[in-house]
């Protein structure tokens, strides 16, 4: 079993949660690919234009290079294009040497271009081009941060958490204080780098929505998987029963992309940085987890086996997606399925969806649903192992022996599997997003992400919502109102649980200076404007708009998110600062104050007491 087919799965193995260090490093990845005979993996990154352009011989200023992010965003493979589009040898960066340079044109002229493909790794003592030690090679990067026209310029690699220690340590090295603190602006700061000859690209702040996309088509249109096909064994790797084929086809399938794309989308609403390492690894887990393989991930040579044991159907997509394959340990340390794992998704559900999985097999109304969502989504194999269980909890309910009954703890892999199948159709009539802990999810991508992509406007129902859900928090009261924003404070501060001492009320429609709305940002960003030019703003990530929304739909502000709870108090102190500042109190001898309270239909009344300073 050696043709392209099996010797792309075993490569794709190497992406996989597997106790080697062969997923680890773009350069160990290449080799495995010379070693399996396979083509490697290969698309462009988003930033990789930008990054071209910076060294280019048209460049109007020639500068020097940070690529910074976390470890697995794909610095060192982005260095690695880099070098052969400068026209370096691609058999010369193979050689894994952390430092090597080139002479090309950049901005008009001849420049030299030194490329650190991983600064954290740089020997303290080495040869360096010209230079020799790393604290003479930083000096020089020093140097062209600050020269107008650098006759040496440099790529530096670096993990954002190593970048700014290692110029904070170089306190001997001249030009290193300035450096850091331009560093530091372009980082901490995401300011331009505009004191010094510096293109500075963080990896972190690309969204995991294009990353998802390009490795998903890269893998998915791999020549490997056409010639698996052709291999296909009778009962064996690439069989129609084989798992490995099943879990290609529906990681195929527009469906199931779709609603993982959803998925990765609100990770990033959530601010949730993925990279390009764990997306892979995901994927390869997607396509090959099984609890009981060597790795927990299979090889061509285990399928064949499985299939007889009857054990094949435990290498599915749907569980392999959140890690059930792996140990818990293992699945922890992985930050992939820990963020994944929060939507809830199998744990969370609604009476319609258990009836489906419960009695849908033998009800005529839930039977087309069961065909639809369960039949398709799950092997023979499978199907007749949920069969019966289904039939034995039908009949003894009982827990067993070892506590609930096996078919219950069947309805995780279940829900799961039926959140991937539902059409967006149907999203809205079986409340798909009921099967997260984020019911409000679909709401917050359909009526508030993609409109102000768009530039257009959110809904004034939603816009309602949100300050209603704002107004209950600020006053600790069960208002209705969603037509103006109440701006109260307690006795002994912002912070109290019941604030009664009315503020401001700020009109949602537009009122001489003042206005409530939704903006577009690298997240919807509430805005109050309070008075022209004054405007606060709450970001509004996955996360609090669901914790808005419940509190709106009547939870208990401390029930969903105590952090959240804490975050719009923070809020708000900062529009009664705002507040504070625009209305600067007049001198007097007398003091009026606005006491807060609700009528019958819960609407906010406010009376007026004077208190008289003699």
Request: hydrophobic share 40%; glycine share 8%; aromatic share 8%.
């Given at each position: ?30 080799r ?7 083509e ?8 990789e ?9 048209d ?26 589009e400068?026209?370096?040898d ?5 050689a ?10 950049v ?5 030299t271009?030194g ?6 790794a740089?020997?303290?003592n ?24 650098p006759?040496?310029?440099?790529v ?26 331009l560093?530091?602006?372009c ?11 510096l ?20 893998i ?5 998987w ?7 064994e009778?009962?064996?790797f690439?069989?129609?029963?084989c ?9 195929s399938?527009p ?6 794309r ?6 990033d ?7 390009i390492?764990?997306v ?8 090959l ?18 299939l ?15 890690g ?50 369960v ?17 034995d909890y ?17 309805l995780?892999?279940q ?24 019911r ?15 530039n257009?406007r959110?809904?004034?129902a ?11 928090i600020?006053?600790?009261m069960l ?36 206005r ?16 022209s ?8 990530n ?11 739909g ?8 105590k ?7 923070a ?7 705002a ?7 007049q ?25 008289n300073?003699?």
């Amino acid at each position: 079993m050696n043709g392209l087919g099996s010797r792309w799965v075993r490569f794709v193995k190497q992406y996989g949660p597997i106790s080697r260090n062969d997923n680890m490093y773009d350069e160990q990845i290449r080799r495995s690919a010379r070693r399996y005979e396979v083509e490697p993996l290969d698309f462009v990154h988003p930033l990789e234009a930008d990054l071209f352009a910076a060294v280019s011989k048209d460049v109007a200023r020639a500068s020097s290079i940070i690529l910074t992010g976390t470890a697995g965003d794909g610095k060192s493979r982005l260095c690695g294009r880099l070098w052969t589009e400068l026209g370096g040898d691609a058999g010369e960066w193979t050689a894994n040497e952390i430092y090597q340079e080139i002479s090309t044109v950049v901005g008009g002229r001849a420049r030299t271009v030194g490329i650190i493909r991983d600064l954290t790794a740089l020997p303290a003592n080495g040869t360096y081009g010209a230079w020799s030690g790393k604290p003479a090679l930083l000096e020089a990067v020093n140097r062209s941060f600050f020269d107008p026209d650098p006759d040496f310029i440099f790529v530096i690699a670096a993990n954002d958490g190593q970048l700014l220690d290692t110029w904070r340590r170089a306190v001997e090295v001249p030009l290193s204080h300035e450096s850091y603190e331009l560093l530091e602006a372009c980082l901490v700061e995401g300011k331009p780098a505009s004191r010094g000859q510096l293109a500075f690209f963080n990896l972190s702040t690309v969204s995991c929505v294009p990353i998802l996309d390009l490795t998903l088509e890269a893998i998915i249109a791999h020549p490997g998987w056409a010639a698996a096909y052709a291999e296909a064994e009778v009962d064996g790797f690439f069989s129609e029963a084989c798992p490995i084929r099943r879990n290609y086809e529906i990681l195929s399938s527009p469906r199931f992309r779709s609603r993982l794309r959803q998925l990765f989308e609100l990770m990033d609403l959530n601010e949730l940085h993925t990279p390009i390492r764990r997306v892979l690894l995901l994927i390869a887990n997607m396509l090959l987890g099984h609890p009981l393989s060597k790795d927990r991930l299979m090889s061509p040579v285990d399928v064949r086996p499985m299939l007889r044991s009857g054990k094949a159907h435990a290498g599915d997509i749907f569980q392999n997606l959140f890690g059930a394959n792996l140990t818990q340990p293992r699945r922890d340390s992985l930050e992939i399925f820990e963020f994944l794992n929060r939507f809830g998704i199998g744990d969370e559900t609604t009476n319609r969806i258990d009836n489906i999985l419960v009695f849908g097999p033998s009800d005529e109304t839930l039977r087309p649903y069961y065909v639809d969502f369960v039949e398709s989504a799950f092997s023979p194999q499978a199907l007749d192992e949920l069969s019966a269980l289904r039939n034995d909890y039908l009949e003894r309910p009982d827990a067993t022996q070892d506590g609930e009954h096996l078919f219950l703890d069947s309805l995780q892999a279940q829900r799961r599997a039926i959140f991937f199948q539902i059409d967006e159709e149907q999203s809205e009539e079986l409340r798909l997003w009921d099967l997260t802990v984020f019911r409000h999810a679909g709401e917050f991508l359909r009526d508030v992400v993609i409109p102000l992509r768009q530039n257009g406007r959110v809904n004034r129902a939603i816009l309602g919502r949100l300050v209603n859900g704002l107004n209950r928090i600020f006053t600790g009261m069960l208002v209705t109102t969603d037509r103006e924003l109440l701006v109260a404070a307690g006795l002994s501060g912002s912070a109290t649980g019941l604030s009664q001492i009315l503020v401001e009320r700020i009109s949602v429609a537009p009122r001489r200076h003042e206005r409530i709305e939704l903006r577009a940002g690298s997240l919807p960003t509430l805005i109050v404007e309070i008075d022209s030019g004054i405007e606060v703003r709450l970001d509004l990530n996955l996360v609090r708009y669901e914790f808005l929304m419940r509190v709106a739909g009547g939870a208990l502000p401390g029930s969903f998110s105590k952090e959240c709870h804490e975050d719009i108090l923070a809020f708000k102190s900062t529009l009664l600062s705002a507040l504070a500042r625009s209305r600067p109190s007049q001198d007097s001898n007398d003091l009026s104050f606005r006491i807060l309270s609700l009528n019958s239909a819960g609407e906010p009344v406010d009376d007026v007491i004077e208190v008289n300073c003699a």
